[in-house]
């Protein structure tokens, strides 16, 4: 085997802990986390399988909207006010009242967080992928599938070493359209 070329293998397993084990098995043998892919029909997290915990700025995202929200509902409730050329004054009742205010600032707030999350989540999730993906109609099944993409490992060690942890089958991964 040449040294520049990739081994690309899909692994796919019945059960979360032999592709939790057959994870640890692969680090061990070399195979770093970024060369590995962790592909399910059911929510996994990076705990259930010992793997490093992805980074996401989804939460900065919603932080921004938050404030930004903010800064219209303080807008709309204490700055608006001012611009009518002519005041209006209700009975003894404080120009910028104090309950609707904060409902509004509120509202605001979590609109503006609700929105930017979703954007966040929708851009960090990288949908709608049209390019062609790795992928095995058992994941729809509830298996599990371990898709390896590694320049420097072998392919007949890493082959045999998966098929021991309790693969169902180790094949060559191709991209598909889904």
Same mark, same amino acid.
């Given at each position: 085997? #040449?040294?520049? @070329?990739?081994?690309?293998?899909? /692994?796919?397993?019945?059960?979360?802990?032999?592709?939790?084990? /057959?994870?640890? =098995?692969?680090?061990?043998? $070399?195979?770093?986390?970024?060369?590995?892919?962790? +592909?399910?029909?059911?929510?996994?997290?990076?705990?259930?399988?010992?793997?490093?915990? =992805?980074? #996401?700025?989804?939460?900065?995202?919603? !932080?921004?909207?938050? !404030?930004? $929200?903010?800064?219209?509902?303080?807008?709309?409730?204490?700055?608006?006010?001012? !611009? %009518?050329?002519?005041?209006? =004054?209700?009975?003894? @009742?404080?120009?910028?009242?104090?309950?609707?205010?904060?409902?509004? +600032?509120?509202?605001?707030?979590?609109?503006?967080?609700?929105?930017?999350?979703?954007? $966040?989540?929708?851009?960090?999730?990288?949908?709608?992928?049209?390019?062609?993906?790795? %992928?095995?109609? *058992? +994941?729809?099944?509830?298996? +599990?599938?371990?898709?390896?993409?590694?320049?420097?490992?072998? *392919?007949?060690?890493?082959?045999?070493?998966?098929?021991?942890? $309790?693969?169902?089958?180790?094949?060559?991964? *191709?991209? =598909?359209?889904?």
């Amino acid at each position: 085997m #040449t040294e520049n @070329q990739v081994v690309d293998l899909l /692994a796919v397993f019945s059960d979360l802990a032999p592709a939790a084990d /057959a994870v640890e =098995q692969l680090r061990a043998m $070399g195979v770093h986390d970024d060369c590995m892919n962790v +592909i399910s029909g059911i929510p996994v997290t990076e705990a259930m399988l010992g793997r490093p915990r =992805q980074w #996401t700025n989804v939460p900065r995202i919603a !932080l921004g909207g938050a !404030l930004l $929200g903010m800064g219209a509902g303080i807008f709309l409730a204490y700055i608006s006010p001012f !611009l %009518y050329p002519y005041p209006i =004054q209700v009975s003894t @009742q404080s120009f910028v009242p104090g309950p609707p205010t904060v409902v509004v +600032i509120f509202e605001l707030t979590m609109l503006g967080m609700l929105l930017s999350t979703f954007l $966040g989540v929708f851009l960090d999730s990288l949908f709608p992928n049209y390019r062609p993906m790795k %992928y095995v109609p *058992e +994941i729809s099944d509830g298996k +599990i599938a371990i898709f390896v993409e590694c320049p420097h490992v072998e *392919e007949k060690k890493i082959t045999d070493v998966l098929k021991k942890l $309790g693969a169902e089958s180790v094949k060559p991964a *191709e991209a =598909q359209h889904l």
